[in-house]
C-alpha cells in the first residue's frame, strides 16, 4: 500500500459538481453508469443475492480504492489513497452524486477512519465523521448532503482522541444514534458522541474498555499494523440492546479474551459485567480468535478460531447459561465447504432467522449453515463462492436490516437477502440442487461460481455422476424447472439446448469425463436431439413442412407439432424419419429439392456445428450415436443426395446449379461425418446396424469426398478427414488440390508465379502430413496412385520422401511392374535384373507385360554381366529366354487360333473342348480347364508352360467344325498345316526347354521330359487331325526318338502329382489319363 502521511487540518470539505470529468481508473475494474435496482444475481427459496446498485462513483487516473462500505441502503463511503467519498446509490443522474473530502497521504501506510451516522428526517443528509488513526484528530460533518443543492454552507467541527505513545485508531463503527465506538492499537475502546438529546452538536469521549498493556505500550515506538497484527489486539465488537434502557456492548481480543460491558442509554456509564479467557477453555495455545456472534436469545456464541498450524477455520458453540458463569462447549468443528488449503482471509460471521441459522464469510465464499452443524446430510448446508475478480471490501449488516448482508465490491453493491433455512438432506439432493442453480444463474460475467471444487465437499464421483445423468434426462425430457418447460415451444426448445451446453461445460470442469464413453455419448446425444427438434421446429415454422392433413396421418404424432417437438424431443428423428418418407414417397420433383435442402439445413446445423461445439468440450473424444436406431433414414438422405448429384451434373441453369452444389456439400460432409461416427461407435459394440453402416461407408466414402473435389472445395472436408484418418481420401483430396493448379495454369488462368506459389502451398500440405503419419500416410497416398495409374506422378514428384516411396516399393513384389523405372532412374540395374523375371512370371496380367517385362529383365541383365557373378548372369539369361520363348509359342497360338477363326465362330470352344479323346475318356475337368486357359488366352492374359502343353495337346481343331474342307487321302490341308504349326512350336519350346540351364523360377519342378511324354501321348491319340508321319518327322528334326509305345509314355505317381500342383487345383484326370492305353 501507498505511505500516507495524513494531516487533519488540511480537511477541506467540497460538493462535487454535477457533472463529473474524471476518468475511469486502469487498475481497479468496476462499472459505470446509473444504478440498477433489483439485479436479481441468485434465488431460492433459502436466500437471494441481488446487485442492488452497480455504480460507484467514477476515480482519478492512478487513483485506487483502500476501502469501500456500505452504511445504509442508499449510502456508501469509499476511501481512496486520495479522498475519501460518500455518495448515494440512487441517484439517477449519469454521476452519482458525492460528498468528497480529499486528504494527503501520511507516512504510517494507515488511511483516514470515516463513519456515517444516519439523520432519521433525511436519509440522504447523514453527518459524517473523518478521524485521523494517527493524531486522533477528527471533523465532524453535520448534515452532509448526497442529493444536488443550492446551498454551499456545510457546519463542521473539530475535536481530538488523545492517544499514548505510538498508539494508533485502528477502527470505527457506529454505537448509538449520535455516537461511535473507536477501537485503538493498545486494545482501548472510546465512545465519542457528536450531539446531545436535543439534536444540538456535543462532542463528549468516553472509555468503554481498556485494557492496555503497559510495558509493551512503553516500548513500542511504531505505528505498525503488522507488530498489532502479531500481537493481542481488539478484532470485533459487537453490541446489542439488553432492554429497552440498556446496550450490551462484547469486545472479543484475538487471543481470546471476551468481554461483556453493559450501558446505560444516554449516560457514560460502562460497567465491565464478565470476561472470559475462551483460549484457555479451548486448551488449546495455538489458536488466534478472528470474529464471533453472540446468539442472545439462545445465549449462544459463536467464535471464529483460526489453528496457525492446519490453517483451519474453525467455529467454537458456546452455551453461556450466565454471563458469569463459564461457558460451555456445545462444538468445535471446521467451518463446512472450506477445505485446508483455502487462504483463510478476513473471515466473518453473521446470524439470520431469529439467530437460527449462521453465515461466515471467508474471502470469496459465503457459507450458510446451523450453528450446531456436523455435516452435509444433517443438518443443512449452503455456500456461495464469488468469483475471483470480485474484490470484496466490506460485509455489513446493517441496523434494522436483521436477514440482510451488504457486501461492497468493486461492482457494485451486492444484497444477501436472507429467507428461511433449509431441511437436511442427502448429498444427491444438494448436487442436484446445486446444479440447476448453476443452470439458472450462472453468466459468463456474473459474480457466482458454481464448480463443485468451491464447495470443498468430499462428493463421491458417483453421486456426481448419477446426479448429472438424472439433470442431462430432466432437459432432454423437458421436466426442468431451469427450461421453463411452461414457456413457448421455440423459446423453450432455445433454452433447452442453451442449458445443456452450459451443462455440458460445467460437466467438462467438474467430473472426470474422459473416462465415462456412456455419459459422453448421452451428453452429445441430448445436444443432437434437442438441436434438432428446435431446428426443425424453426424449419417447419418458415416453411410450413407439415401442412396438410394427409401428412399429419401419415405423421401420427397425435398433438400439435409444437408439443410434441418439446415434449417428446427424444423421438424427434423418428418423426424426421416418418417426414422424410413421406416426401420420397407421395411429393413432386420439386418437393423432394427443397427436402434435401432442408435437410442440408437441419443436419448442418444441428450436428454438424453443435457437434463441433459440444466436443471441445468434452475433449473432442465422444462420439455422435444419435443415428444409429435410423439407418433407413440415412440411407435415404444419400439416395436421394445420389439423385441431385446427377440433376446438378445435367443441369446447365448456374443459379440452380450453386444451389445444387450448396445441397451436395452439406450433405455430403453430414453422411461422411454421421456414417464415420456411428461405424466407429459400433465397433466396440458390434450388431447387425454395423454390418449396415460399415457396407455403406465402404460404398459410398469415396464419392462422399469426391463431391467435395468435384467442388473444388478440398479444405472444407480436410478436418473430418484428418479426424477419421481415412487416408484413402485424404490422397484423394490433395492430389486433386496439384492437379487443380496444374489445370489453371495450363489454361493460362494463373501466372506462373502464381501457380509456383499455389504449388508450394500443396507441396507444404503433402510434406505435412507425411511429416505427422509417416509411412501410414505415405502407403495411403501411393497405393491410391497406383489404383488410379497415375505412377508416373508418385515417381516424379516425391524425392524428399524416397524414404517411403522406397519402402512402398519394396513392401509387395506387384509394386516393381513399375518399381522398376524408380531403380532405373537411381542407376540401380542390377535390381531390375535380379527381380523382374520374378515380376513376369507372378504379376504379369497380360502377354504384352510378360513379354514386355522379359525383355527389359533381359536387356539389364546384359548390362549387369560385368558387375555380377557368371553363373548367376547366366541363370537370370536362361529364364528370361525361356520365359521369350513361351511367349513366342503364345503367340504363335493365338494368331493361329484368330487365323483359324476360333474367336469368332461361336461354335467354336464348344468343338475346342469336345474332341473324341475327351468325350471317349470322360475327362470333365480338362474340359473346364479347356475353357479357363482358351478365356485367358482369348483376352492376351499370360499362359505358363503347362498351360500351353494342356491347351495345344486338349484341344479339339476339327476341320470339319472350323472350316468346310475335308483332307484327301490322310493328307494335310490348310487347317492341318496351321495346327501341325502349333504342334511344332510346342515341340520346339519342349526341346529348347529341356537343354535350358537352371530354368526352375519358370516351369518349377516341371520336367521337360514329363510334359514331352504328355505332348506325345495326346497327338497319339489325336493323330486323326494331323497325320502321324507328320508329328515323326518333326520329332526327327528336334532330335528326339521316343518310341509310341505304353510303357514309354506311362508317368510316375510323382509326376503326375507335380502336374496336379502346377495347374493350381487337384485335376483328377491327369491319373484317368496316365491309364489310358494308346494301342
Not at 444516519?118 to 452532509?144: C, R, T, Y
Not at 467455529?315 to 471446521?334: D, G, Q, R, T
Not at 435437410?599 to 444441428?606: A, D, Q, R, T, V
Not at 507328320?1030 to 507335380?1058: A, C, G, P, R, W
Request: charged letters at 20%.
Amino acid at each position: 500500500m501507498q505511505e500516507l502521511s495524513f494531516t487533519a487540518n488540511r480537511f477541506k470539505a467540497k460538493q462535487s459538481p454535477l457533472t463529473d470529468e474524471h476518468p475511469t481508473p486502469t487498475d481497479v475494474p468496476q462499472k459505470q453508469g446509473i444504478s440498477c435496482k433489483d439485479n436479481i444475481l441468485f434465488d431460492s427459496e433459502y436466500y437471494t443475492l441481488s446487485n442492488e446498485y452497480k455504480s460507484i462513483p467514477k476515480l482519478d487516473e492512478f487513483e485506487t480504492i483502500l476501502d469501500l462500505k456500505a452504511v445504509s441502503p442508499l449510502v456508501s463511503v469509499l476511501t481512496t489513497n486520495s479522498r475519501i467519498l460518500v455518495y448515494n446509490h440512487e441517484s439517477c443522474s449519469s454521476v452519482t452524486h458525492t460528498f468528497e473530502i480529499p486528504y494527503s497521504p501520511n507516512s504510517y501506510n494507515l488511511m483516514p477512519l470515516s463513519a456515517i451516522i444516519s439523520n432519521p428526517l433525511n436519509a440522504l443528509k447523514p453527518d459524517l465523521v473523518v478521524i485521523d488513526p494517527i493524531s486522533g484528530e477528527f471533523q465532524f460533518f453535520e448534515s452532509i448532503k448526497l442529493v444536488p443543492s443550492l446551498s454551499v454552507l456545510q457546519n463542521v467541527v473539530k475535536d481530538r482522541i488523545t492517544l499514548y505513545n505510538a498508539e494508533f485508531l485502528t477502527g470505527v463503527q457506529l454505537f448509538q444514534e449520535n455516537s461511535i465506538l473507536v477501537t485503538t492499537s493498545q486494545k482501548r475502546v472510546i465512545e465519542v458522541t457528536f450531539k446531545d438529546q436535543l439534536g444540538n452538536i456535543s462532542i463528549k469521549l468516553n472509555q468503554v474498555y481498556n485494557n492496555r498493556p503497559l510495558i509493551s505500550s512503553i516500548l513500542s515506538k511504531t505505528h505498525s499494523i503488522s507488530e498489532i497484527e502479531n500481537s493481542s489486539h481488539i478484532v470485533s465488537i459487537k453490541t446489542y440492546d439488553a432492554s429497552p434502557i440498556m446496550k450490551s456492548i462484547i469486545v472479543l481480543e484475538s487471543t481470546g479474551r471476551v468481554v461483556f460491558i453493559n450501558h446505560l442509554k444516554g449516560s457514560s456509564s460502562f460497567n465491565l459485567v464478565a470476561q472470559h479467557d475462551m483460549e484457555l477453555i479451548l486448551s488449546n495455545v495455538g489458536l488466534r480468535f478472528l470474529d464471533f456472534e453472540f446468539l442472545k436469545n439462545s445465549k449462544i456464541g459463536v467464535f471464529l478460531t483460526i489453528d496457525l498450524k492446519e490453517n483451519n477455520l474453525i467455529s467454537n458453540v458456546f452455551y453461556f447459561e450466565n454471563l458469569h458463569s463459564v461457558p460451555n462447549m456445545i462444538s468445535n468443528k471446521s467451518v463446512p465447504c472450506l477445505s485446508l488449503d483455502e487462504e483463510i482471509i478476513d473471515p466473518k460471521v453473521f446470524s439470520f432467522n431469529l439467530e437460527k441459522t449462521l453465515l461466515v464469510k471467508n474471502d470469496k465464499k459465503l457459507i450458510i449453515f446451523d450453528p450446531n452443524f456436523e455435516n452435509l446430510a444433517s443438518p443443512w448446508v449452503e455456500v456461495l463462492a464469488l468469483n475471483r475478480s470480485l474484490i470484496i471490501y466490506s460485509a455489513e449488516k446493517l441496523p434494522g436490516l436483521n436477514d440482510k448482508l451488504f457486501l461492497a465490491t468493486n461492482e457494485g453493491l451486492l444484497t444477501f437477502s436472507f429467507k428461511e433455512s433449509g431441511k437436511s438432506g442427502d448429498i444427491n439432493g444438494f448436487l442436484k440442487e446445486h446444479i440447476n442453480q448453476y443452470l439458472q444463474y450462472n453468466k459468463s460475467d456474473g459474480p457466482l461460481i458454481f464448480d463443485l471444487k468451491e464447495t470443498s465437499l468430499a462428493i463421491a464421483t458417483t453421486n456426481i455422476r448419477d446426479v448429472l445423468s438424472e439433470i442431462y434426462d430432466e432437459l432432454l425430457e423437458n421436466k426442468s424447472n431451469a427450461s421453463g418447460f411452461r414457456s413457448f415451444a421455440d423459446s423453450n426448445l432455445e433454452r433447452r439446448v442453451f442449458l445443456v451446453k452450459n451443462l455440458t461445460a460445467y460437466t467438462q470442469r467438474n467430473y472426470d469425463i474422459q473416462n465415462d464413453e456412456v455419459l459422453r455419448t448421452k451428453i452429445l446425444k441430448s445436444c443432437e436431439l434437442l438441436a434438432l427438434a428446435k431446428n426443425f421446429l424453426h424449419l417447419n415454422t418458415n416453411y410450413s413442412l407439415i401442412n396438410d392433413s394427409d401428412m399429419l396421418d401419415h405423421l401420427k404424432i397425435g398433438v400439435p407439432l409444437t408439443d410434441y417437438l418439446q415434449n417428446n424431443t427424444k423421438n424427434v428423428l423418428t418423426l424426421i424419419s416418418k417426414y422424410v418418407n413421406y416426401i420420397l414417397n407421395s411429393g413432386t420433383e420439386n418437393q423432394v429439392i427443397q427436402l434435401l435442402s432442408l435437410l442440408k439445413e437441419l443436419f448442418i446445423n444441428s450436428i454438424i456445428k453443435l457437434d463441433d461445439d459440444v466436443k471441445q468440450l468434452l475433449g473432442g473424444s465422444s462420439l455422435s450415436s444419435v443415428f444409429v436406431d435410423h439407418f433407413e433414414l440415412i440411407n435415404n438422405v444419400n439416395v436421394i443426395t445420389r439423385k441431385i448429384y446427377n440433376l446438378a451434373s445435367e443441369t446447365t441453369d448456374e443459379n440452380v446449379l450453386a444451389g445444387y452444389n450448396q445441397t451436395l456439400i452439406g450433405l455430403s460432409c453430414f453422411l461422411y461425418y454421421s456414417v464415420n461416427e456411428i461405424v466407429e461407435y459400433l465397433s466396440t459394440r458390434g450388431g447387425s446396424a454395423l454390418v449396415l453402416f460399415d457396407e455403406l461407408l465402404t460404398k459410398e466414402k469415396d464419392k462422399w469426398v469426391h463431391v467435395f473435389v468435384v467442388m473444388k472445395k478440398q479444405r472444407d472436408i480436410l478436418p473430418l478427414v484428418n479426424k477419421y484418418k481415412d487416408f484413402a481420401g485424404l490422397s484423394a483430396l490433395l492430389e486433386s488440390m496439384r492437379e487443380d493448379i496444374q489445370t489453371l495454369f495450363e489454361s493460362e488462368e494463373i501466372s506462373e508465379i502464381e501457380f509456383a506459389n499455389m504449388a508450394t502451398d500443396v507441396e507444404i500440405e503433402f510434406d505435412r502430413y507425411f511429416e505427422y503419419y509417416g509411412y501410414e500416410f505415405a502407403e495411403a497416398l501411393f497405393s491410391y496412385y497406383k489404383q488410379n495409374h497415375k505412377v508416373n506422378i508418385m515417381l516424379q514428384n516425391f524425392d524428399k520422401h524416397s524414404v517411403h516411396l522406397e519402402r512402398f516399393l519394396e513392401s509387395d513384389l506387384s509394386n516393381y511392374s513399375f518399381g522398376w523405372i524408380h531403380d532405373i532412374m537411381n542407376h540401380k540395374v542390377g535390381n531390375v535384373s535380379n527381380k523382374m523375371i520374378e515380376v513376369a512370371l507372378e504379376y504379369s496380367t497380360s502377354l504384352r507385360e510378360k513379354k514386355f517385362q522379359s525383355s527389359l529383365g533381359k536387356l539389364a541383365t546384359v548390362l549387369q554381366m560385368n558387375n555380377s557373378s557368371e553363373q548367376n548372369s547366366n541363370n537370370l539369361m536362361d529364364c528370361y529366354n525361356a520365359n521369350l520363348s513361351i511367349t513366342d509359342v503364345q503367340e504363335c497360338i493365338y494368331y493361329c487360333m484368330q487365323e483359324l477363326g476360333m474367336f469368332s465362330n461361336s461354335h467354336a470352344l464348344d468343338a475346342l473342348i469336345d474332341s473324341p479323346y475327351i468325350r471317349s475318356n470322360n475327362f470333365n475337368e480338362f474340359r473346364e480347364r479347356l475353357k479357363e486357359i482358351y478365356f485367358k488366352l482369348e483376352r492376351k492374359g499370360s499362359l505358363d508352360i503347362l498351360e500351353i502343353v494342356d491347351f495345344v495337346s486338349l484341344g479339339c481343331f476339327q476341320p470339319n467344325i472350323l472350316t468346310n474342307e475335308v483332307p484327301k487321302n490322310g493328307g494335310c490341308d490348310s487347317t492341318g498345316r496351321i495346327v501341325l504349326e502349333i504342334y511344332c512350336k510346342t515341340l520346339h519350346l519342349l526341346k529348347t526347354l529341356t537343354n535350358c540351364g537352371n530354368i526352375s523360377l519358370i516351369v518349377g519342378s516341371l520336367s521337360m521330359s514329363v510334359l514331352l511324354k504328355l505332348f506325345l501321348k495326346r497327338i497319339f491319340m489325336n493323330r486323326d487331325y494331323v497325320p502321324l508321319e507328320q508329328i515323326v518327322l518333326e520329332l526327327e528334326k528336334e532330335s528326339l526318338n521316343i518310341s509310341f509305345n505304353d510303357h514309354s509314355l506311362m508317368l510316375s505317381e510323382d509326376e503326375i502329382y507335380t502336374l496336379q500342383r502346377r495347374s493350381n487345383s487337384q485335376i483328377k484326370d491327369y491319373e484317368k489319363e496316365n491309364r489310358v492305353s494308346i494301342s
